[in-house]
């Protein structure tokens, strides 16, 4: 693992975004049959999500390539 990715990992960032992910998930709508409230809870949910979407993470497993690659592969889709 090189001294960047264990850098990332020790970040504090990753704390406090897995307690929002925990978080997220774990909201969920008392009435479905309230359109504000839904719409409210996916108001939440869409930046959260679109945000997973292009946040790469590293692994223990991963190389510097392998990374670089994932990069340019997420980017190559959008």
Do not use: C
Request: hydrophobic share 45%.
């Amino acid at each position: 693992m090189t001294r960047w990715i264990q850098e990332f990992n020790q970040h504090p960032f990753n704390h406090v975004w897995k307690d929002l992910l925990a978080a997220v998930k774990s909201v969920v709508v008392d009435d479905v049959t309230v359109a504000t409230t839904v719409q409210e809870l996916a108001r939440l949910k869409k930046p959260y999500s679109s945000l997973m979407a292009y946040l790469v993470v590293p692994t223990l497993s991963s190389h510097p390539s392998q990374y670089g690659q994932a990069v340019i592969a997420k980017q190559m889709h959008v």
